[in-house]
């Protein structure tokens, strides 16, 4: 895995990354004093960068799983997010995520694991080979996008900290830190985000840890430095910027399903004959098309996925 430092990309290598520009002009204007200042603060880790320079990594796998649909645009991907802890539009996340700062950035392994310790960032992910991962992410608002991720299968981290017989679940918390998340100072949720998963769900090949997408690091509205994707759930449950995972013994509680239980689940399956119940789940909008597609039950991963739920009545595990 090799990462290029953001200064080393060539503009042309870039899309439209306002923030990454700015920096840029900034730079230039600011002469070579300011710059050689603001090279100090330059992170020595290539996966997480001064806010909005996202850095190229190199030296990915192609992942199983992918889908060959088109992909979404990078600004698609990048100026239409769910990320309420920057405020609820879609175009917030993009507008204010750059106040975060992801160096240094922890991440807290608790509970009955083996191995509980506090990783830097660089520790957790430097071990894991990178794969990229052609997703379908599906949103419980009824639009979806395909997302060329990289990441690497959360059961590889997993197996390194060595559940106990006792963890059945995982829990999932994103960063609080109202001063750079100004969504986070309005009780829209219950902050920290939470999350879920059954240990089996979180063992599925097709879970990851990302850390990038399109070719590079994560953009912080896209969940920097580290977020989880699970594409066969409604978006939520894709938790971003995470900074626990913890292993506990019953179903932990989870932001959406506290805030809503009748509409949020801890299951969250995309199913298309479980309507959300203000609107249908039938169909979805995919970002930049005109047509709406079908629903996949499973999101159209139910080959890798349904045998985890058999037995089970997905209607009433919602
Ligand atoms: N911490 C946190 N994670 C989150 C959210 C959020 O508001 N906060 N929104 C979720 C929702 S509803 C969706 S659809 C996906 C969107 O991911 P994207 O913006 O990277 O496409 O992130 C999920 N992860
Ligand atoms: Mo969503």
């Known amino acids: 895995m090799l990462i290029k430092h953001a200064d080393d990309i060539r503009s042309s290598e870039i899309t439209p990354e306002r923030a990454y520009v700015n920096r840029r002009q900034f730079m230039q204007a600011a002469g070579a004093a300011l710059a050689a200042a603001a090279g100090a603060l330059a992170p020595e880790s290539p996966l997480v960068t001064v806010a909005g320079a996202q850095a190229a990594i190199s030296g990915v796998r192609k992942g199983p799983f992918g889908t060959t649909e088109k992909w979404n645009s990078f600004d698609d991907i990048t100026h239409y ?9 879609k175009t917030d996340p993009s507008r204010y995520g750059g106040s975060l700062k992801t160096k240094p950035w922890t991440v807290a392994v608790e509970g009955h694991v083996n191995r509980p310790a506090t990783y830097h960032l660089e520790d957790l992910v430097k071990p894991h080979a990178l794969e ?19 990441g690497f299968p959360l059961a590889d981290f997993v197996k390194r900290v060595e559940p106990t017989s006792k963890a059945k679940y995982i829990e999932f918390t994103t960063l609080l830190r109202p001063s750079e998340m100004p969504g986070q100072r309005r009780s829209v949720l219950d902050w920290p985000y939470t999350e879920g ?31 989880l994707v699970v594409p066969w759930k409604y978006g939520f449950k894709s938790i971003k910027s995470i900074v626990r995972i913890r292993f506990v013994e019953k179903q ?36 930049g098309e005109f047509f709406r597609r079908k629903t996949l039950m499973f999101n159209g991963y139910g080959d890798q996925v349904a045998s985890l739920y058999a037995g089970m009545d997905l209607k009433k595990s919602y």
Not at 138 to 146: G, H, P
């Open 132 to 150: 990229e991962r052609v997703y379908r992410l599906r949103c419980v608002e009824a639009w979806s996008m395909v997302i060329p991720w990289i």
């Open 81 to 89: 997010n769910n990320f309420y802890e920057f405020g609820v539009d």
């Open 252 to 287: 932990p509680a989870t932001a959406w399903n506290n805030a809503t239980p009748g509409e949020y689940g801890f299951y969250s399956n995309v199913n298309p004959d479980v309507d959300h119940p203000r609107w249908s789940q039938q169909t979805e909008r995919r970002i």
């Open 197 to 227: 998963l059954r240990l089996d769900e979180a063992m599925s090949p097709l879970t990851i840890l990302a850390v990038g997408l399109y070719g590079k690091t994560l953009m912080n509205q896209n969940g920097a430095p580290i977020r």
